[in-house]
C-alpha cells in the first residue's frame, strides 16, 4: 500500500550552518502554534546544555501538516562528535535535507552525513541557508555540492536533486537565486514532491525498529521508532528481538502508544506502518530493538555505528576535598550512572576495569565525553576523569591511530602561525584556498594532534578564526607527539590561598585561583611557562613584626587570574594529572599529591 498522507524525512548538516532555525520557521508556517503563543528560539533544543552553547546535541522527533499529508521530522546534531545520533535516526526517514551555509559551504560533517544518506538510498533535497549573509557564494557553493556528490559516488537521481535557496532565520526558501522568496512553500512543495511516499505492508506482522530512547520519571523509558510494517495498538502483547542477537527474544507488553504531532506526543490508540510513533510499557528496551508480533519473530537490520576514537578514564573521587559538593560520590553511583548512558548513546563505550572504582569510557571526541561530563556533574554526580586518549588499532600487524580532516577558516596574516602548530602535531596539508580576504586550510591530522589545540588557535588566529573537524581513517602511527610544552604550579600545601601567597606565586606562571580558594597539596593552581612542575605555597602569609617599612603598606596587586572552562581542563591536564569533578568545582589536581612521592616516582620513571 502506497501511503500519500506521510512523509519522513531528516534535516542534516555541519555544526550551526542552520537546522534547528529552520525547523522553528517550518513549524510556525505550518500553523504548528497557536497566532498569540510565546515561543522561544531554536525550540528543539530543548536540553540546557544544549541552549547555553547554541549547538543540537540530541536528536529531536516533531512533525507538521501540509495539504493534509504529515511530515515527520528529524532534527540531528551538527557536531561530528554525536554523529552516532545522525546514523542511527536514518533507519526512520525516506529521504534529507541537506543543509549548507551560503558562505561556509560544505564542512567535514556535511560530508559525513550525505555519505550515510547516500550509502541508505535516501532521496535529498538541498537546502542552501543564510542567503542573506553579505559574504554568502551562492553560486560556488552550488559547485561545491555538486563535486561533493560526484566524490562520494552519488547515483545519476541523487545528482539531479532540487536545490533551494532559503533564509531560516526569515522564514524563506526560493528555487531562483535572483527571486527572493516569501514563505516556506517551496520548501514545502519540494518535500511533497520529490520524497516519495512510502510503500508499506499494512496488513503483515507488526514489525517496529527502535531508533531512539526517551525516559519519562512517571512511565520510565520510551521507545521511538518507525512502524516497518503492520500495525500496533495500545495493549497490544509483543516480542522484543535485536539484529545483532537474534537468538535472545524477550516478552513485552504496549503500555501506552503516542503519535508525534508538533512539539507534543498526543496518545493514540494504534498506529499504521510509515508512522513515528513513542511508546512505553516494556522495560530494559534499547536502540536497535526490534518490535515483533509474537507470532512472527524477525529482527529488522540496524545500522551499524561508527566506533569510538578517544577513551578517559572515570574513578571516584578520591582528593582531600571528596564528598563536599556531590550527591552521588560511591563507585556504585558512578558505575550505573554510565551504564544507563550506554541505553541512549550508541556511539559510547563503558568497561569495568582492573580497579572497581575506575570506568573506561571511549566516545567519538573531547566534545562527547565532556558533555557527558558536564552532564553528571549537574546530576550530583562527584567523580574524576583521567587525560583523553585516542584508541589504536593495529591493522595488518601495523600499530595505527586515528586521522581527522580538519578544516579551518583563518585571516589571511595568521596563516604562518597555523602552519607552524600543524607541523609541530604532524599536519598534513591538502588543500589551500581564498574565500574573500581569509584563507581555508584543509589537513590531515592525527586525533591525538587536535588534543589541547583549540585554544592555541583561538589566539594565533585573534579569536576570528573557525575550525572543524570529523574522523577520516586509521593510518599508520605518525611518530611522537608532544602533548604540552608548558608545566604545572602545584600547591604545597592544604589551606586557604591568600593575596600575599598568590602575589608572590604569580611570577612563576599564570594563576588559575583568586584569594579564598580552599587548595590542597597536590592540586594544580597555575600554569609554568616552562616545562616542569613547581610547587608554590599560596597559603603563606605575611609574617608580621612591629616595625613598619617605607612601603609596608601598599596593596599587593595581583594579575587577574585565568578561568579554565571544562572543555580547556580536559586540553590542559597532563599524563600525571587528574581532573577532580563536583558540581560546585572543577579542579585541577596530580595523580600522586604528595610533593616527595612525586618526585620519587618521577626519577623512578627516568631511571626505567
Known sequence: MIRNDIRNVAIIAHVDHGKTTLVDAMLKQSHTF????????????????????????????????????????????????????????????????????????????????????????????????????????????????????????????????????????????????????????????????HIEPMDVDMEGPMQLL???????????????????????????????????????????KIA?????????????????????????????INIGDTICDPDCVEAHKFVKISEPTVEMTFSVNDSPFSGKDGKYVTSRHLHDRLFRELLKDVSLRVEATSQADTFRVCGRG??????????????GYEFQVSTPKVLYKTIEGVKCEPVEHLIMDVPDDTT???????????GELLHMSAIGNRTRLEFLIPSRGLFGFKSEFLTATKGEGVMSSVFFEYQPYKGDLQRRTTGSLVAFETGEAVTYGLFNAQG???????????????????????????????????????????????????????????????????????????PKNIRIRKRILDSELRAKARARDKKV
Open 34 to 193: 497557536r497566532e498569540n503563543q510565546q515561543v522561544e528560539e531554536r525550540v528543539l533544543d530543548s536540553n540546557a546544555l544544549e541552549r547555553e552553547r547554541g549547538i543540537t546535541i540530541l536528536s529531536k522527533n516533531t512533525s507538521i501538516h501540509y495539504k493534509g499529508v504529515k511530515i515527520n521530522i528529524v532534527d540531528t546534531p551538527g557536531h561530528a562528535d554525536f554523529s552516532g545520533e545522525v546514523e542511527r535516526v536514518m533507519m526512520m526517514v525516506n529521504g534529507v535535507l541537506v543543509l549548507v551555509d551560503a558562505a561556509e559551504g560544505p564542512m567535514p560533517q556535511t560530508r559525513f552525513v550525505v555519505q550515510k544518506a547516500l550509502e541508505m538510498g535516501h532521496k535529498l533535497i538541498i537546502v542552501v541557508n543564510k542567503i542573506d549573509r553579505p559574504d554568502a557564494r551562492l553560486n560556488e557553493v552550488e559547485d561545491e555540492i555538486l563535486e561533493l556528490l560526484m566524490e562520494l559516488n552519488a547515483s545519476d537521481d541523487q545528482l539531479m536533486s532540487p536545490v533551494l535557496w532559503c533564509s531560516g532565520r526569515d522564514g524563506t526558501a526560493t528555487f531562483d537565486i535572483n527571486e527572493p522568496g516569501k514563505d516556506l512553500t517551496p520548501l514545502f512543495e519540494t518535500i511533497l514532491s
Open 210 to 252: 527502535v531508533s531512539s530512547i526517551d525516559y519519562n520519571d512517571y512511565v520510565g523509558r520510551i521507545g521511538i521508532g518507525r512502524i516497518e510494517r503492520g500495525t500496533i495498538t495500545s495493549g497490544q502483547t509483543v516480542a522484543v528481538t535485536n539484529y545483532h542477537n537474534q537468538m535472545e527474544v524477550k516478552p513485552g
Open 256 to 284: 501506552s502508544l503516542f503519535n508525534i504531532e508538533g512539539l507534543q506526543r498526543i496518545p493514540c490508540d494504534s498506529a499504521s506502518a510509515g508512522d513515528i510513533v513513542c511508546f512505553s510499557g516494556i522495560e530494559n
Open 366 to 379: 573531547e566534545m562527547h565525553l565532556s558533555i557527558l561530563i558536564e552532564t553528571m556533574r549537574r546530576e
Open 416 to 426: 604562518g602561525s597555523i602552519f607552524q602548530s600543524m607541523g609541530n602535531r604532524k
Open 508 to 582: 612563576r606562571g599564570k594563576l588559575f585561583i583568586t584569594p579564598g580558594t580552599m587548595v590542597y597539596q597536590g592540586m594544580v593552581i597555575g600554569e609554568c611557562p616552562k616545562n616542569e612542575d613547581i610547587n608554590v605555597n599560596v597559603c603563606k602569609t605575611k609574617h608580621l613584626t612591629n616595625t613598619r617599612a617605607a612601603a609596608s603598606d601598599e596593596a599587593l596587586r595581583l594579575i587577574t587570574p585565568k578561568k579554565m572552562s571544562l572543555e580547556e581542563c580536559l586540553e590542559f591536564i597532563a599524563d600525571d594529572e587528574l581532573l577532580e569533578v563536583t
